[in-house]
């Protein structure tokens, strides 16, 4: 896997959170209609994972029982660029379902919204939402998409009573986690555990600092698309900077070679390893699959900046249903009631009961069951706070393909953090020169 968006698909397959999918399953296209009856028959597009299917048979059982007089037809789609190439065909040839379910972010952005969405700005459901999610399926002229699914952080999981064991509380800062490792590493614990034979998982340390990144430079974002804020210069830099300070250090398994994230999640849950910097969803996951016990044990914090005041949890947006423009009239408001059951108390039942929470609800009108992994709460405090913001790839369409390779390298001591920072910013700009974006 590569580039800011390889770990989001990746552990969307592995986390049943019903939005990843590889083959085509199905056929889509627009086919709502009136029937002889009254009945208004509209389409919904998801993707054709198992879990993805399961929640969406579920999501339209329920909604036509509360609305008798709609009849919902699932159809399906593949995931990656095969599933984005569909959804930008049938937008722009007018085939679209009547709702459809997408990414948020900078790929939803190169959906054109303004042209070919509908805008929901005034449905009542939309006041409710969190402002960072608004922020991702927004643009100057309107919001487009309600969530379906829940967010995922992107962190330090860590163990509970390893940290309990030991005397120590979450690190607020780099040096604070540096200095906890080295007291868990003196009491024979993996201080970090990292996992290169799943190569995607070695960005976790560059990714999950955005957050961290954006709060000491709110436009960063914009200048990186227009080339003017590189991952070589501070305050970017520091994720590579930490990448190597931890090597350095023997902070990390011995195996980190040829470990995957399985490996590294049962390390976790059974203290071999006391951190992991890995995106929530996928380690809980892994947890609840291998130590069903242990997930009450792992918590997760974000990872820290130099300076406390300016950590902030790095947050992955769930994904959105939206109604093209091409869907009108009886149809439209169909399409607005299904939307809007997604995410009603009786929508929301629907979803606990098909996927396990990664992470919070981003709409007050759904709340994660009460039996959900402690870790969510503890990534709720960072919502709750203020003091989370999106993953750079809901702000950006730049990626680069090789950053896995390169923070490997960096993170096994091949390269240095400057190196390999300057090695990505080269990396990006083929393919910010392929998307014509100025600047490059």
Same mark, same amino acid.
């Given at each position: 896997m590569s580039s800011?968006?390889? =770990?989001?698909?990746?552990?969307?397959?592995?986390?049943?959170?019903?939005?990843?999918?590889? +083959?085509?399953?199905?056929?889509?296209?627009?086919?709502?209609? +009136?029937?002889?009856?009254?009945?208004?028959?509209?389409?919904?597009?998801?993707t054709n994972g198992d879990d993805a299917i399961a929640t969406g048979n579920a999501l339209i059982a329920a909604f036509q029982k509360a609305n008798p007089d709609v009849t919902v037809t699932l159809n399906t789609r593949p995931g990656g660029t095969e599933g984005d190439n569909l959804v930008k065909t049938q937008l722009s040839t007018g085939e679209m379902d009547d709702v459809f379910f997408y990414n948020t972010g900078s790929l939803f952005q190169a959906l054109n919204p303004d042209q070919t969405l509908a805008n929901l700005a005034d449905e009542s459901w939309a006041s409710e939402v969190t402002d960072n999610f608004k922020t991702v399926v927004s643009t100057d002229n309107g919001t487009y998409g309600a969530p379906l699914g829940t967010s995922m952080a992107g962190g330090i999981a860590y163990n509970t009573k390893v940290f309990a064991d030991l005397g120590l509380s979450v690190p607020t800062d780099w040096s604070s986690l540096v200095a906890d490792a080295e007291k868990i590493k003196a009491a024979g614990i993996t201080p970090i555990e990292q996992t290169y034979g799943d190569t995607w998982t070695s960005q976790l340390f560059l990714l999950a600092d955005f957050g961290n990144v954006l709060t000491q430079d709110k436009n960063w974002a914009e200048d990186f698309t227009a080339n003017k804020a590189k991952f070589a210069q501070e305050p970017a830099l520091a994720g590579f900077t930490h990448l190597q300070e931890a090597f350095d250090k023997g902070l990390f398994n011995a195996d980190f070679a040829s470990a995957t994230a399985a490996d590294g999640s049962a390390a976790l849950a059974t203290g071999k390893a006391a951190m992991y910097p890995m995106l929530s969803s996928a380690v809980l996951s892994n947890i609840t699959q291998s130590n069903p016990d242990a997930v009450k044990d792992i918590g997760f914090f974000a990872l820290p900046a130099d300076k406390a005041a300016n950590t902030t949890l790095t947050v992955w947006e769930p994904s959105a249903v939206y109604i093209p423009k091409t869907t009108e009239g009886a149809k439209l408001e169909a399409a607005k009631k299904f939307v809007a059951f997604v995410n009603s108390p009786d929508g929301c039942d629907?979803?606990?009961?098909?996927?396990?929470?990664?992470?919070?609800?981003?709409?007050?009108?759904?709340?994660? =069951?009460?039996?959900?992994?402690?870790?969510?709460?503890?990534?709720?405090?960072?919502?709750?706070?203020?003091?989370?913001? =999106?993953?750079?790839?809901?702000?950006?369409?730049?990626?680069? =393909?090789?950053?896995?390779?390169?923070?490997?390298?960096?993170?096994?001591?091949?390269?240095?953090?400057?190196?390999?920072?300057?090695?990505?910013?080269?990396?990006?700009?083929k393919q910010a020169q392929q998307l014509g974006l100025a600047g490059w």
């Open positions: 800011f968006i390889s =770990p989001r698909r990746t552990v969307l397959a592995v986390a049943a959170t019903a939005i990843a999918a590889t +083959t085509l399953a199905g056929c889509s296209g627009s086919s709502g209609s +009136t029937t002889a009856d009254g009945k208004v028959e509209i389409s919904f597009l998801t629907v979803q606990n009961k098909n996927f396990v929470a990664g992470g919070p609800y981003t709409i007050s009108s759904c709340s994660v =069951p009460a039996d959900a992994a402690p870790l969510v709460a503890e990534i709720q405090k960072y919502v709750d706070a203020g003091k989370s913001a =999106p993953a750079l790839e809901f702000l950006s369409p730049v990626k680069g =393909p090789n950053l896995e390779n390169i923070a490997i390298s960096v993170g096994s001591g091949i390269s240095s953090a400057q190196d390999g920072a300057a090695a990505y910013d080269e990396d990006v700009k």
